[in-house]
């Protein structure tokens, strides 16, 4: 299947804790790419990490990349209640264009 | 302002009717794709578009149908033979290479 799929579905925390989300995945891939999706809305691109880096860092995002497990994390640092929202990894297969396929995603919900 | 427009934003339709949604952009990306999203699931991929004038299927085709006479857009028709059509229905647009999509605010449709 050439879908991510995240882990955990659900995730709870307060303010200010860090938030880790999980992604796996089963075919060789270009690259990797983590997008939000806030309730009743379109998806954010957040990240793209390529086969080649093993971490990303973007403002308070630290994305991660093993291809040799096959998986990939996001980890949001100081989390606010505005990072509430549901995180989808998508990976691409090359390098022209994708044909993402999302799995169901994890649902992060920050509380104040 | 460059972007993805969706609309309408909500659409109600009667059992047997066909109905258009509506994605224009601006980005001036080659790529567009149309995806269904079912309340808490990830998205599926109906079809998609790397070019004007051609179109492929994604993995939920059957009942929908596209086209893509110019750049700029590329409507999704929501045929009676889709039989359970209610559903979120986000367009998304992108460039070759390593980037990532850009998503319309989307339409949601429902039979009543």
């Known amino acids: 299947s050439q879908q991510g799929e995240e882990d955990p579905q659900a995730l709870s925390i307060q303010e200010g804790e860090n938030a880790t989300m999980n992604c796996s995945y089963k075919t060789s891939i270009n690259n990797l790419q983590w997008y939000r999706q806030n309730s009743g809305r379109g998806l954010v691109h957040l990240i793209l990490i390529r086969s080649n880096e093993r971490e990303k860092h973007s403002g308070r995002l630290r994305v991660t990349l093993d291809t040799s497990k096959k998986s990939s994390s996001l980890l949001i640092t100081a989390s606010r209640a505005a990072d509430t929202a549901s995180y989808f990894c998508?990976?691409?297969?090359?390098?022209?264009?994708?044909?993402?396929?999302f799995g169901a995603g994890t649902r992060l919900a920050v509380h104040p | 302002d460059g972007g993805i427009t969706q609309s309408p934003k909500y659409l109600f339709r009667k059992e047997g009717q066909n109905v258009t949604l509506s994605c224009e952009q601006n980005?001036?990306?080659?790529?567009m794709y149309w995806y269904r999203q079912d309340p808490g699931q990830g998205l599926r991929l109906i079809y998609y578009s790397q070019i004007v004038n051609d179109f492929q299927k994604g993995d939920i085709a059957e009942g929908y149908s596209v086209s893509r006479e110019k750049k700029e857009s590329f409507p999704l028709t929501v045929t009676s033979a889709q039989k359970n059509p209610t559903a979120f229905y986000l367009c998304a647009t992108a460039l070759a290479g390593l980037y990532g999509y850009t998503f319309g605010s989307g339409t949601r449709l429902t039979v009543v």
């Open positions: 998508a990976p691409g297969l090359r390098g022209g264009y994708n044909k993402l396929i």
């Open positions: 980005l001036n990306h080659d790529a």
